[in-house]
């Protein structure tokens, strides 16, 4: 959530960023309501002024004995009127609040400007593009072949976008899971943690999924509740409502969750196999920062994920979000991208983000620093998600004959050098 200060102080900053990010900015509306909710609580706060006073004067001529009928029938009229007054100062307030909570972040301002992921800019590609000398099978076929996923009892199952891992996928899946979180942990310096797949309403809403895109996510209705479309949610959410010491910033999390999105509208060949699922398997690193410190923090994480890439000796690229493809709540973003031989695209694994302090207010996440209370910036990135970089895995270890080279890095958790159908 944005600061209304901020937009008091700054609003035509304000507008030109939401402009930048392809928004009609609501900002001369939220000013209007802002100006009439203080102008009212300050003329409530004179008359409840005033009726202190002559609380007190009232008080003094009872016990004199005096008549004090006129001014009991002034503070009736009084505490009438304050009473409208606070009802329409939460009027105001309610609305105030449902415009800033859907009002996206601004982009920071070393955001290439531009509309859409066309006008995104690649900072770096990493790796050769493998070169094969035989026909090449696409991770469908590969997968299929070698007994590693049952897209059609997956199907069966939940409906399509919820593969069935079978046999070695499976454990392939848990050896990429482990292998992640062992590298975060012991390398990186994040702390693991196990957190729930479901979210209340209240750590959404943190987030920034609540209240525009509650279509986009699975929801338990009589409980409130949503399946996370992404452990960020439960993870940020660990210090809602808390205040960080500054000696222990920037605190850093990684998690494994399943993600669970509806993808409404998403079909055709791009769509097929694991490229987009109602539900996969990431691991989110997570990070609470200074905000001076916030933007080294991002390029950490950025680095932090392109480490698992390097390990599993993939070539990916790192594309620098521009201002019209950028989320709701970020407001700077790279994604990391990896190559798919098959179908001669990069792939999306990874989206790490700066929200700066607008999840933190909108959760109330705070740091203590010389006795002073801050919002502490947030910052999330997948360290990465599991489909697409099953994908290119096998897409790019894939052999002649059909068999799966495993990765070096992954042979202590898969225990094989290879996959091979009996």
């Not at 102080?9 to 930048?20: H, S």
């Not at 309610?94 to 070393?110: M, Q, R």
């Not at 055709?268 to 001076?292: I, M």
């Amino acid at each position: 959530m944005l600061d209304i200060k901020r937009i008091r102080n700054n609003p035509d900053e304000i507008k030109i960023g939401l402009k930048n990010k392809g928004i009609d900015p609501e900002i001369d509306k939220i000013l209007e309501i802002d100006k009439k909710m203080r102008h009212l609580k300050n003329q409530t706060d004179e008359l409840k002024h005033r009726r202190n006073i002559v609380s007190k004067e009232i008080s003094l001529k009872k016990k004199n004995k005096e008549d004090a009928s006129n001014s009991i029938a002034e503070m009736q009229k009084v505490s009438k009127t304050i009473k409208e007054n606070d009802n329409e100062i939460q009027k105001y307030k309610s609305l105030l609040n449902e415009l800033l909570f859907n009002t996206p972040n601004i982009p920071h301002k070393s955001t290439p400007i531009g509309k859409s992921e066309k006008d995104n800019v690649v900072i770096r590609e990493v790796g050769k593009k493998k070169v094969f000398d035989f026909s090449i099978k696409d991770h469908i076929e590969l997968a299929e072949d070698n007994s590693l996923i049952d897209f059609k009892r997956g199907a069966k199952i939940a409906g399509s976008g919820f593969p069935l891992y079978t046999g070695e996928g499976a454990k392939l899946e848990r050896s990429i899971i482990n292998f992640m979180l062992d590298i975060h942990t012991t390398k990186h310096g994040y702390k693991e943690i196990f957190p729930p797949f479901m979210a209340s309403i209240k750590s959404t809403t943190t987030t920034g999924q609540l209240p525009k895109f509650g279509d986009d996510m699975y929801s338990v209705n009589e409980d409130g509740l949503y399946l996370v479309p992404t452990a960020e949610v439960p993870v940020t959410n660990i210090h809602q409502e808390e205040i960080l010491d500054v000696k222990n910033l920037p605190t850093k999390y990684t998690a494994y969750s399943a993600c669970f999105r509806k993808e409404a509208g998403s079909y055709g060949k791009n769509t097929r196999g694991l490229q987009r699922l109602h539900q996969f398997n990431k691991v989110e690193l997570v990070q609470f920062a200074h905000p001076e410190k916030s933007y080294q923090v991002l390029e950490e994480i950025v680095s932090n994920a392109e480490t698992i890439l390097k390990k599993l000796n993939l070539p990916y690229r790192v594309i620098e979000l521009c201002t019209g493809d950028l989320s709701f709540a970020s407001s700077k973003c790279y994604d990391i991208e990896l190559w798919s031989p098959a179908t001669e695209k990069w792939l999306e694994v990874s989206s790490c983000s700066n929200f700066e302090d607008f999840q933190a207010r909108r959760g109330n996440i705070k740091f203590r620093e010389s006795n002073k209370v801050h919002f502490v910036h947030t910052l999330n990135g997948s360290g990465v998600a599991t489909p697409r970089l099953m994908i290119a895995l096998l897409e790019n270890y894939q052999r002649e004959d059909g068999s799966i080279e495993i990765p070096k890095v992954l042979v202590p958790y898969f225990g094989k050098k290879e996959i091979r159908k009996n």
